[in-house]
C-alpha cells in the first residue's frame, strides 16, 4: 500500500513536470568559449534540465534555500551533488556550488553563459517532447525524502523535550472532513488553506527550556517565527529574533485529546485564534477556534534550516507565594478546581458556600531569562551560529475551573412515616467557566479573586476542567428540608 502511494505522488510530480514542459518551459543556450557546440537548458518552476552536447543530462530540482537575494536561482542536483545559482535577468555566466571538506559551499563561477535559444539560434535543437520523462530521471529520494506514508495524516502528540529536534506538522482546525490547515498566504499573512495545497510547507516546533517552543516556518529560504510585535500588531511570520511573542507555551486541551492551544508567553492567557476570518490573540477559552491538530506532513521539508546547540535559562529573583481569597459573589454554592499548569501539577478542589471565601496559598513565578544557541542555514548551505538571550515574562502557573450548585432533585415522604416531608434535596454541578490566575506580581501578595465573576466573564462554560464522579457526590439533607427548598425558590425570584 504504502509503495503504492508512493509510485501515486511520483504520478503526481510527473504530470506537473510535463504539463509546464509543454506550457510554462523557457529554452536557452549554454555557450563557452573554445566550445564548438553549446549545452541546451530548459527551465521551469519546479526545476532545470541540463544536456550537454554529447547528450548527457543532468536533473536539478527548484531549492529556494540557494537562492541568493534578488539576483540568482538556486537549484540542486542529487545526481551530480552539486548546486547551480541561475541568473534572474536569464542571461550571464552561472554559478556551480560543491560542498567543501568543511561541510561548507563554495560557488564560482561557471565557463558557460546563458542565452535565450529563440526559434533557429541552436541547431539541431531536441523538440520539449524529447526530453525524458521526470519519473524516469529522478530516484524518490529527491522528490519525497525521508517519507513515512504509513503516517501521514496522524495526530502528532507535542511532548516537548529540550534536546528533541524540530518537529514537522501541519496544524488543522476544524472538523477532520472539513479540516483546513494554517499556512502562509501568497501576500505574506496567516492564511487556511485545504491540505493539498500545502505541499512540503510545513511547521516546525522548536522546543525550547521551561516546556516553551517557537513555532517555525520556512518561505524562499529563510526561516521565520510566529509571533507579534506588539499587541496592536498582527500575528505573522517574523525574523527569528529574541522577541518573547515568539515564543508559546503548547496546551493540550483539558476536553479533547490530540488537540492543543498555542498560548501566548508575551501575553498569558492569549492563545491563537481564528475568529471573525482573520488571526489574533485571545482569552482562553478553549473554543473549537482555538483548537490546532498538529498533524503528520504529507511531504516533510526537503533539508534542515535549523539546528540546536545549547540552552540555558537563567531565573529571576524568586517571588513568594500570594495568600489570595477565592471569593464567591454568587447565591449558589461553588465547586472551584485549582489547577497546577506546571509538569506533575494536579487539581485541588474547593467547594465555596454562597457570598463566602476559601483561603489558598499559590506559588508565583517570576520569570528568566532563556539564552539560546543555534545554527541557521544560510542561501548558500553553510550553517550560520547565532545566539539569543531572550527575556521570559512571568508564566500563569494555575487555571480555575468553576461550577456551580444547582437543585437537581428533591425526595418526598409520600408514606406519612417521616417527620419530614421533604426527605432529600439532590445537588448537581452546572458549569460556569475556566480562568487563568494572573502571573507573577500581577497577583499581589494579598489578593481577593471573585472566581464567579471571573468564570462568568471569561464566557468558556464549555471549557472547564472534567469533574470526576468522586470529585462530587453531594446529597443535602437539611434540618428543615421545606425551609431550604422554600429559600431556594425565593433566591430564584429574586435573581429576576
Known amino acids: 500500500m504504502i509503495r503504492q502511494v508512493k509510485w501515486y505522488m511520483l504520478l ?50 527548484r531549492e529556494e534555500r540557494f537562492d541568493d537575494g534578488s539576483e540568482w536561482l538556486g537549484y540542486y542536483s542529487k545526481g551530480a551533488r552539486q548546486a547551480l545559482q541561475w541568473p534572474r535577468s536569464n542571461q550571464g555566466p552561472m554559478r556551480i556550488g560543491t560542498m567543501q571538506g568543511d561541510q561548507q559551499w563554495r560557488f564560482h563561477f561557471s565557463r558557460m553563459a546563458i542565452q535565450p535559444s529563440g526559434n533557429s539560434s541552436v541547431a539541431n535543437s531536441p523538440s520539449p517532447s524529447s526530453f525524458p520523462n521526470i519519473a524516469n530521471s529522478v530516484d524518490e529520494d529527491l522528490i519525497l525524502p525521508n517519507s513515512d506514508f504509513s503516517k501521514v495524516n496522524q495526530l502528532v502528540p507535542l511532548n516537548l523535550n529540550l534536546n528533541q529536534a524540530p518537529i514537522p506538522v501541519h496544524f488543522g482546525m476544524g472538523d477532520v472532513n472539513r479540516r483546513r490547515f494554517l499556512s502562509r498566504g501568497p501576500n505574506g499573512g496567516l492564511t487556511l488553506v485545504p491540505q493539498s495545497s500545502l505541499g512540503a510547507r510545513n511547521w516546525n516546533i522548536v522546543p525550547l527550556a521551561n516546556g516553551l517552543a517557537r513555532v517555525q516556518y520556512i518561505d524562499n529560504g529563510t526561516v521565520l517565527a510566529l ?55 485571545a482569552p482562553i477559552a478553549y473554543s473549537p477556534m482555538q483548537q490546532w491538530w498538529p498533524t ?20 529571576n529573583p524568586p517571588l513568594g507565594p500570594a495568600s489570595v481569597q477565592f471569593a464567591n459573589s454568587h447565591s449558589e454554592t461553588l465547586i472551584v478546581l485549582l489547577h497546577d499548569l506546571r509538569p506533575g501539577g494536579v487539581a485541588r478542589k474547593l467547594r465555596v458556600p454562597a457570598h463566602g471565601q476559601e483561603l489558598v496559598q499559590l506559588d508565583r513565578d517570576s520569570g528568566a531569562t532563556l539564552i539560546e544557541t543555534f545554527d541557521v542555514r544560510s542561501q548558500y548551505g553553510n550553517w550560520d551560529r547565532r545566539e539569543f538571550r531572550t527575556p521570559i515574562p512571568p508564566a500563569s502557573l494555575y487555571d480555575v475551573s468553576v461550577y456551580e450548585e444547582f ?15 421533604i426527605e432529600d434535596i439532590n445537588y448537581q454541578p452546572r458549569s460556569v467557566g475556566l480562568f487563568v490566575v494572573p502571573p507573577g506580581s500581577s497577583l499581589p501578595q494579598q489578593a481577593t479573586l471573585d472566581v464567579h465573576g471571573l468564570a462568568t466573564a471569561a464566557r468558556n462554560s464549555g471549557a472547564v476542567r472534567r469533574l470526576s464522579p468522586k470529585d462530587y457526590d453531594h446529597k443535602a439533607t437539611p434540618s428543615d428540608p421545606l425551609r431550604e427548598i422554600l429559600r431556594e425558590f425565593q433566591g430564584r425570584r429574586a435573581a429576576f
Do not use: K
Open 12 to 61: 503526481i510530480w510527473s504530470s506537473i513536470w510535463i504539463q509546464q514542459t509543454m506550457v510554462g518551459q523557457e529554452i536557452y543556450q549554454l555557450s563557452a568559449s573554445g566550445v564548438a557546440q553549446p549545452s541546451m537548458a530548459i527551465r521551469q518552476a519546479s526545476g532545470l534540465l541540463v544536456r550537454d552536447p554529447s547528450g548527457n543530462e543532468t536533473l536539478y530540482r
Open 227 to 281: 509571533g507579534c510585535q506588539n499587541n496592536s500588531s498582527p500575528l505573522d511570520l517574523y525574523a527569528l529574533a529574541d522577541r518573547a511573542d515568539q515564543l508559546w507555551r503548547i496546551n493540550p486541551y483539558p476536553s479533547a485529546n490530540g488537540c492543543y492551544a498555542l498560548e501566548s508567553l508575551q501575553y498569558p492567557g492569549q492563545a491563537l485564534t481564528f475568529q471573525q476570518n482573520q488571526f489574533m490573540l
Open 296 to 315: 503528520q506532513p504529507v511531504m516533510p521539508s526537503i533539508q534542515p534550516l535549523y539546528r540546536s546547540v545549547q540552552q540555558q535559562t537563567i531565573p
Open 407 to 421: 437543585l437537581q432533585s428533591i425526595a418526598i415522604d409520600r408514606t406519612g412515616s417521616s417527620p419530614n416531608p
